[in-house]
Each structure stands twice: as C-alpha cells, then as structure tokens.
C-alpha cells in the first residue's frame, strides 16, 4: 500500500512555455502533500506544503506565481511550473502523507524530470 | 534551527567491505523524526528507516543498522558485506513537526559506490 505516482516521469519543453505536474496517491487519501525540487547531485529541497482544500504553504524563496499548486482532492495535487526557463530544469518530487500523519512518514512519488530548452 | 549534516560527500568501497554513512542533526523539538533513504540512478526515493526521538534502540535489518545516539545527535548507517546494488545516494532525514506538518529537512546526501 502507499503508492504514490507521479505523471508525466520525463518532460522537455521550451523556454516560456508553462508544465503541469500531478502527484497522485493511488491507495490513500493524503491530507498533506509535499513538492521537493533537486538540482543535479545536490540534495532535495522543499518547495512547499500543500494542504487539501487550501492555498499552499510555500517555503522562502519559491515564487509561488511561477511554481503554481493544486491540491483539489484528496488523491491528486498539481504543480505547475508557469513560464519555464532553463534554470527551471530539475527533478521534481512530491510526496504524500496520510491523514493520521502517523509518524510523519511520507511516501514519495517516482520523480519528474523537466528539461526547459 | 534545524539541521542535517551528512560530512561525508562519496565514499567509496570494494564489495564485501562494511561501510558506515554518517549522519548529525540539529533541532531544538524535543519530538522529532530521523530517516534514511536511499536514491539509485533511477531517482526514485526508497525509504529504509524511520526513528522517533524517544526511541534510541538501534536497529538491525539483513545487512543495514542503525545507531542512534542522542547524546552527540547522530543517526548513523552501516551497510555491513556491501554490494554493487548497494551503491546509490543515500539521504538522511529529519521531520520536526508532528501532525500534518511534518515536512522532511534533508542532509546534502553521501554518494556510495560499491566496486566488484
């Protein structure tokens, strides 16, 4: 149990155009999701803190009207990147926690790596 | 303010060695959460170890255990008989705040590499 996805693994876009990231718990409500951002062989940083139903809680530093988040449901919370540039390209990774928050364990989705040309 | 030191960038080691990954960490919570995980060339995150704070027992499990040692803020990792599979970067982990907040604060990671 506790799998969580993420769609599309592997995106390539051009300088300007806008992506969409969704991050998916597939056998659990997640109350809680976050979005982390790694630059290549560096280590994975917060972004921001997405609660169901709520604006999302975005860490210092991230521009929250570049880096656009969705959390609608309870299964599903989107992140797109408006107007990317190249120094946008990184491996993108959400994870989800469950409702009790037990432990505060996260599950983490398989990652997105996004090229901007 | 939280912390997460891993000293070590890349170690390298010939299969069968034993091998032992550093980590320290600052918080001043009194509750907190420690983890290990691990990140091969795919990318994907493996979770290999949770800790709670009020729980200092080491833990073994196949081939990794765990000291946790609150007295010098470590949680360190040893991989005991390496193997080539093993080498991948593994991340060490501290969570602060309990209930829906718990967002993971990562140390830089330790770049292992198991050589035949």
């Known amino acids: 149990g506790a799998v969580v996805s993420q769609h599309p693994s592997r995106v390539i876009c051009k300088s300007g155009t806008s992506v969409k990231i969704e991050c998916r718990s597939l056998d659990f409500q997640a109350t809680t999701m976050f979005w982390y951002r790694q630059f290549p062989k560096q280590s994975l940083m917060l972004m921001a803190t997405s609660n169901e139903g709520s604006k999302a809680t975005y860490e210092q530093g991230v521009e929250k009207d570049k880096f656009l988040i969705n959390h609608a449901s309870l299964t599903l919370s989107t992140l797109t990147v408006t107007s990317a540039h190249p120094e946008d390209s990184s491996f993108y990774i959400c994870?989800?926690?469950?409702?009790?928050?037990?432990?505060?364990?996260?599950?983490f989705g398989p990652g997105t790596r996004l090229t901007v040309l | 303010a939280q912390k997460v030191t891993q000293a070590q960038t890349e170690i390298s080691v010939v299969e069968k060695e034993d091998v032992t990954l550093d980590c320290v960490y600052e918080?001043?919570?009194?509750?907190?959460?420690l983890f290990w995980y691990k990140q091969p060339p795919s990318g994907e995150l493996v979770f290999l170890i949770r800790r709670n704070s009020f729980d200092e027992q080491n833990e073994i499990s196949g081939r990794y255990s765990w000291n946790f040692q609150k007295s010098t803020s470590s949680f360190n990792f040893t991989i005991t008989a390496s193997q080539v599979v093993d080498s991948a970067v593994y991340f060490c982990a501290l969570s602060e705040r309990g209930g829906s907040q718990g967002n993971l604060i990562f140390g830089k990671g330790t770049k292992l590499s198991v050589k035949p």
């Open positions: 994870s989800a926690m469950t409702p009790s928050g037990s432990n505060n364990e996260q599950f």
């Open positions: 918080t001043r919570d009194t509750t907190y959460y």
